[in-house]
């Protein structure tokens, strides 16, 4: 993946998180808001970010990445 298409991704990622901190005030979850804005977006910024997606077998965790990251980088199935 080139460098460009690295940081594009990695600004998605910043604007998305941004709008699920901004989702979670509206919804009455302070705390996650706050988790994300003090902690997540900074050490994303920063390039220290671990994502972890967690379920069942065959439930669509690894779909729910690629649409995150707008293209189908990582294999289905």
């Given at each position: 993946?080139?460098?460009?298409?690295?940081?594009?991704?990695?600004?998605?990622?910043?604007?998305?998180?941004?709008?699920?901190?901004?989702?979670?005030?509206?919804?009455?979850?302070?705390?996650?808001?706050?988790r994300?804005?003090?902690?997540?977006?900074?050490r994303?910024?920063?390039?220290?970010?671990?994502?972890?997606?967690?379920?069942?077998?065959?439930?669509?965790?690894?779909?729910?990445?690629?649409?995150?990251?707008?293209?189908?980088?990582?294999?289905?199935?």
């Amino acid at each position: 993946m080139a460098i460009s298409r690295i940081d594009d991704v990695k600004q998605q990622l910043i604007t998305t998180l941004g709008a699920v901190a901004d989702l979670a005030e509206r919804v009455g979850t302070p705390s996650v808001a706050h988790r994300l804005r003090a902690d997540r977006l900074p050490r994303l910024a920063e390039e220290r970010a671990l994502l972890v997606v967690v379920g069942e077998f065959d439930r669509g965790k690894t779909s729910l990445v690629n649409c995150l990251l707008g293209d189908a980088l990582l294999p289905v199935g």
